[in-house]
C-alpha cells in the first residue's frame, strides 16, 4: 500500500472511530479467530496470516465508516459489525492452508465466517439450547449456511438478514 493511500485510509479511520473502537473490533475478532484455531486443532494444518488479517481489519473498518457517513449515524451496532467481519474474512481469507493439510481445510475460512455469525447470533451463549429432536435439523440447517457460504456469492448485506433473521426466528415457536 502506498504512503498517500495509507494516510487516506488512516485518516478515514481516525475521522470515523476512536483508538479504543479500532483496538477493540480488532482485538474481538482476532480473539475469535483464535479461539476457531484452538477449538479446531488446526495446528500444523493451518496458519493465521496476520498481514491479511490487518487488512481485513482495514476493510471492515473503512466500510464501517463510509456506512456511518452514508447514513449519518454515530454507532456501528454489533451484528453489522460481524457480517462485515464475517464478509470480508471471506474475500481476504486469512486462514492459510499448510502444504498436505488435507483438503478438509480448504474451506476453513468458511468455516470461520459460520464461527463468527453463530457468535453474532448468540448460538454460542450458555443460556442458549434447542428443543430435543430439532438436533438433525439444526445441522441441516448450518450446512445449509457453510454451503451458501462455500458456493454463493456472500456479501454483508446478505450476512446481516441472516442474522436478523436469525434474531427473528429465536423469537418465533410453533405450538402444537
Known sequence: MDK?????????LKESFTDEYIRNAGM?????????YEENGLEE????????????LIDILVD???????HD????????????????????KPFQIMEGA????????????????MQAGGCYDKKVRYRAGDERSLI???????????YRNTNPQTLEL???????????????
Open 4 to 12: 498517500k493511500r495509507a494516510k487516506t485510509l488512516k485518516e478515514t
Open 140 to 150: 441441516d440447517s448450518l450446512n445449509q449456511i457453510y454451503y451458501h457460504l462455500q
Open 45 to 56: 494444518k493451518v496458519y493465521f496470516n496476520d498481514d491479511i488479517f490487518d487488512h481485513c
Open 28 to 36: 474481538l475478532i482476532r480473539g475469535a479467530a483464535e479461539r476457531f
Open 162 to 176: 441472516f442474522l436478523v433473521g436469525l434474531e427473528s426466528g429465536k423469537k418465533l415457536h410453533i405450538t402444537d
Open 102 to 117: 488435507g483438503e478438509e481445510h480448504i474451506y476453513v475460512n468458511e468455516k470461520f465466517a459460520l464461527a463468527l455469525l
Open 73 to 92: 449515524i454515530s454507532l456501528v451496532n454489533y451484528v453489522k459489525l460481524m457480517a462485515y467481519s464475517a464478509s470480508w474474512c471471506l474475500k481476504r
Open 64 to 70: 464501517l465508516a463510509r456506512l456511518k457517513d452514508y
